[in-house]
Every structure is written in structure tokens, then in C-alpha cells.
């Protein structure tokens, strides 16, 4: 009869192979399930399990077949400051939107602040009043900072750990604080758009609190500039519900437009 390991000694091979998967990542760029589940002799289906793991911790991105190392997204000051006209106008269209007494979604980002910025009537070209009865719900420090002083204007702040990098909450408590509200208007940025079509990110939990943003709202918008087109993040933003709109500061590739209207999105462009 076969003798069953006990479940401290599964912990230590599992934590073993954690150790080897990630420092083939740093070899490498990435690894696949295959040469992993050969490497160890163990099945493709303990393999996911490990990536699925590290996943979780955000020490690397799945990808289809295996892992790749997450990639480094620049920081808020640096990201603000690369093609800000753009951003600014892609804020202004998405700031057009908000009308009195709605309850609106603001992920974090520069392009997300670029919103609250023409919300709170920073930019000089945007000259509308700021709606009335207003209730902002964000994860963004910067965000928060900018809305908060608005009278008028309810802000909450979802909390959870702050990334330095992003000044912004992420993970579970995040999560957690956004379930407890509905709203009207999400608008959520983004890491990058294939040529496919697909909205992908950096990491798992940003990603997947701008996927519940725009699940929570009425209606949806991803607001992403040209310096996102062709840019490849490792992380799907998926399933993006049907009638999401993209709001860009220019016309995108033909094949890509196309690609994104086949995904179901509204591409609109801020002139």
C-alpha cells in the first residue's frame, strides 16, 4: 500500500517548487506548465495550483501556458506626466458624463485623475460646473485629495493596503468595501490595449477591483490613452461587461477599433 504524505510534507514540496518556478522566472521571464510538471514529476493540473499560488501573492502573472514576471508599471508622478495633454482630455469627456446626485466609481491612475481634475475644475478647458449631490467612491489617494474638498461632494475612500507606486488601496479589503455600494458611473484605467482587442493590466488585484467597478455601475468606462495602444500587460482585464465604453484621446488602429467593437466596447474619442 502506497503511503500517503503527510500534509506538512505536501507543504514543503510545494513551498520547494515555489522557490525553483520563481527562480526560473528571474532566469528566464517566464515558465510553462509543461517544463515545470516534467521538472518535478508531478501533473500540469499541482503546476497551475503553484502558479495559481504566487499568482495570489503577486509574484507573478498567468498567462495562457504558464507565468511571466509581472512587469513594473511606472509610477503615479511619471505616468502623469507622459502625454498629459492626452489624459486631460480623455478626463474631460468622462467628467461630461457625470450629471447631479450620481454615485461614481474612480479607479486609480493618471488618466482616473485626470477625471477628478476636470471634476473639480482644474483644467482650464473644462468649465462646466461641478454636478450637485455628488458621491465619489475611490481607491486612489490623489483622487480622494483632489474631490474632497469639493462642498457639495461625498467621497469615500476604499480602504485596504496602500501601493506606494500607485497611491492607491488594493486587495481584499478594497474588495470588500466596494461590494457595500451601488453606483451609477465606474470609470477604471488600464494597462495596456492589444492589437486583439483585449484590455490587459500589471497585476491581479488592480485588475480585478476595476473589473468589479465596472460590474457595480450602471454604466462602465475604460479610459485608456494612446500610449496604451499595443502596450502588452500581463493580466486580461476580463469578463468586461457588455456596453463598457473605451474613452481614448485618439482613433485607434482599423484592425484594433475593430477588435475592440467584436469585444462588445464602445470606443469613443475625446477630441
Not at 225 to 240: A, E, H, S, W, Y
Amino acid at each position: 500500500m502506497t503511503r500517503k504524505p503527510p500534509a506538512s510534507e505536501n507543504r514543503a514540496l510545494a513551498a520547494a517548487r515555489h522557490d525553483a518556478i520563481l527562480v526560473r522566472l528571474g532566469q528566464d521571464g517566464s515558465v510553462s506548465v509543461e517544463a515545470m510538471a516534467d521538472r518535478f514529476g508531478v501533473s500540469r493540473e499541482t503546476i497551475r495550483r503553484d502558479l495559481k499560488a504566487l499568482a495570489e501573492r503577486g509574484r507573478l502573472a498567468i498567462v495562457h501556458g504558464g507565468a511571466t514576471r509581472c512587469a513594473d508599471e511606472p509610477v503615479l508622478a511619471i505616468r502623469e506626466r507622459d502625454n498629459a495633454a492626452g489624459k486631460a482630455a480623455i478626463g474631460r469627456v468622462a467628467a461630461g458624463l457625470v450629471e447631479d446626485g450620481m454615485v461614481v466609481l474612480l479607479d486609480s491612475g493618471a488618466t482616473t485623475l485626470a477625471v477628478a481634475n476636470a471634476l473639480a475644475g482644474h483644467d482650464p478647458l473644462f468649465t462646466r460646473p461641478v454636478p450637485r449631490g455628488l458621491t465619489i467612491c475611490t481607491n486612489s489617494l490623489p483622487v480622494g485629495l483632489v474631490l474632497c474638498r469639493l462642498a457639495g461632494v461625498r467621497v469615500h475612500v476604499l480602504g485596504g493596503e496602500v501601493e506606494g507606486a500607485d497611491e492607491a488601496a488594493f486587495g481584499i479589503d478594497a474588495l470588500a468595501a466596494l461590494a457595500r455600494f451601488r453606483a451609477d458611473l465606474a470609470f477604471v484605467g488600464a494597462g495596456g490595449i492589444a492589437p486583439s482587442g483585449e484590455i490587459t493590466d500589471f497585476a491581479p488585484f488592480p485588475t480585478e477591483l476595476r473589473i468589479r467597478m465596472l460590474t457595480a455601475a450602471e454604466r462602465g468606462y475604460v479610459v485608456a490613452d494612446r500610449t496604451k495602444f499595443g502596450r502588452m500587460t500581463p493580466i486580461r482585464l476580463t469578463p468586461i461587461p457588455a456596453g463598457t465604453g473605451l474613452i481614448v484621446d485618439a482613433e485607434p488602429p482599423a484592425p484594433m477599433r475593430e477588435a475592440l467593437t467584436a469585444r462588445g466596447l464602445t470606443v469613443i474619442v475625446a477630441p
